[in-house]
């Protein structure tokens, strides 16, 4: 028996009028489908070659959304009048910040479940797999409303190339902003520093660096590897590193290509926060630290020593 094709919408995030390379990755967790690209820019055509590329059927430039301080209920609308429009039966994004937040917003006004954060995905079987019990197991949910929602975790996915048409399109709808929430400023983070959740390449530091300072170490390696750096908590909490680079349980979930524990010793709760990285590289003076039985190399050394002639030889 044929396997169905449905006509399933990606959310395409945009950095600097490029396609983010964690879009990617979640076109490829649709490829076999009708893949509906819905771009928040007035004009696509210029990212027709690269999401063509990567299995595009249709690329929907969705007009009136450029604005960074466009509220996310007025987003939300728009992109459920886009599901309407073009008669969608599934909606996949990336499962960073902005992504859960707007398809949570979503599944609320479509009374639909939400599935967030998986590492695949089956479209026709409206299922999908996701991290549980602080990475410990995986489970397969599957959802039966109308429509599949669901958001990818950046990286679990490795993009692969499947070209197709891309047919240009141009969508403007006619959604009214509810009014419940204005963007009055926005803040980034200056320096240009990657996104620690999307990074292809992670190095984080334990308790071990043992001062603030030491983090610039990592982050001289994070540059030549076009990285980001991450914390554990021990650092954290030790007031090393801010919460916001802390990866694990009660921080961020990371799935690089690359992951660079440095002077971490591999407690569970860490672990949770990126179990799923490709391979994993451990760099440790205590040949009995339990990260050396979750990673794929192990380095027993001194961080101090190690790490900067690694810098040095990048």
């Known amino acids: 028996m044929a396997q169905t094709v449905n006509r399933t919408g990606v959310l395409i995030e945009i950095e600097n009028h490029q396609v983010k390379e964690t879009s990617l ?8 489908q009708e893949i509906y690209a819905l771009v928040p820019l007035d004009d696509a055509s210029g990212l027709k070659e690269k999401l063509a590329e990567y299995g595009v059927d249709h690329i929907v430039s969705i007009k009136g959304v450029e604005d960074d301080k466009i509220s996310p209920d007025l987003l939300a609308r728009i992109l459920v009048t886009a599901v309407k429009e073009y008669g969608l039966d599934a909606l996949l994004g990336t499962a960073g910040a902005a992504g859960k937040d707007l398809f949570a917003r979503i599944g ?6 939400l599935l967030s954060d998986c590492v695949q995905v089956d479209i026709p079987g409206k299922k999908a797999v996701k991290s549980h019990f602080s990475g410990k197991t995986f489970a397969t949910l599957r959802v ?8 990818v975790r950046p990286n679990a996915i490795e993009a692969v190339t499947a070209p197709a048409e891309g047919q240009l399109m141009t969508f403007e709808s006619d959604a009214q902003d509810p009014g419940w929430m204005k963007i009055v400023e926005l803040k980034k983070e200056s320096g ?3 996104d620690l959740i999307e990074a292809p390449i992670v190095i984080s530091g334990g308790r071990a660096l043992k001062t603030a300072r030491n983090f610039e170490m990592l982050d001289a390696c994070a540059d030549k590897l076009g990285g980001a750096v991450g ?3 021990a650092a954290v909490d030790a007031g090393y590193a801010p919460h916001t680079i ?15 524990a440095c002077g971490i010793s591999g407690a569970v709760q860490h672990f949770a926060g990126m179990k799923t990285s490709k391979v994993i590289v451990a760099i440790n003076e205590d040949k009995d630290a339990p990260i050396f039985s979750k990673c794929d190399y192990g380095i027993v050394g001194n961080i101090f020593d190690v790490v900067p002639a690694l ?3 990048l």
């Open 108 to 113: 609320a006004i479509l009374d639909e479940p």
């Open 246 to 260: 802390q990866v694990g349980q009660t921080g961020k979930t990371v799935s690089p290509r690359l992951y660079i």
């Open 144 to 151: 039966t409303g109308i429509l599949f929602l669901c958001t």
């Open 311 to 313: 810098t040095q030889k």
């Open 25 to 32: 990755g979640v076109l490829t967790a649709a490829a076999g």
């Open 192 to 194: 240009g520093k990657r």
């Open 231 to 233: 914390a554990s908590r």
